[in-house]
C-alpha cells in the first residue's frame, strides 16, 4: 500500500524510532505517547485491521502478542501492568488503516473492564 504510513515507515521511507524488528513485525515508540512507555507494534505484512487477519496469519498474531510481552519486560512495565490494544475500524478508534498494537504502560492507565 503505497500510501500507507506504516508501510512506509516499514519499508524505512519514513522514520520512527525502532526499538525492534524481525521479519514479520516493526515496533517503534509512538509519537503521540499516552504512556511513559508506548510502542507501537506494527505488521510487515499489510492487512488492514484484524477484521482482516485470515488464518494464515495465526502464527504472525501468536508472535506479536508475545513480543509485547518481551518488549513489556524490556521496557520495565512488565511487572506492574502495562496494556495491550489493537483499534478496529473508525468507531473503534483506528487512525491508520494497517494492524498494529499498542503497549501502554508506565502509569495507571484508568477504567478497566471486568
Known amino acids: 500500500m503505497s500510501d500507507c504510513i ?9 522514520l520512527g524510532e525502532t526499538v525492534y524488528e524481525d521479519d514479520q513485525v516493526l515496533a ?13 507494534l506494527i505488521t510487515k505484512k499489510h492487512i488492514t485491521s ?4 485470515s488464518s494464515e496469519d495465526e502464527g504472525l498474531m501468536g508472535h506479536i502478542l508475545m513480543l509485547a510481552q518481551k518488549l513489556a519486560q524490556k521496557f520495565g512495565v512488565a511487572e506492574s501492568g502495562y496494556r495491550v490494544v489493537t483499534n478496529i475500524g473508525k468507531e473503534g478508534g483506528q487512525a491508520v488503516p494497517h494492524l498494529h498494537f499498542h503497549v501502554l504502560g508506565g502509569k495507571a492507565l484508568g477504567v478497566h473492564i471486568d
Do not use: G, R, S
Request: proline share 8%; with cysteine; aromatic share 4%.
Open 28 to 40: 517503534i515508540k509512538d509519537i503521540n505517547p499516552q504512556a511513559p512507555v508506548h510502542l507501537l
Open 6 to 14: 506504516f508501510c512506509k515507515i516499514v519499508a524505512k521511507e519514513i
Open 50 to 53: 484484524l477484521n482482516e487477519v
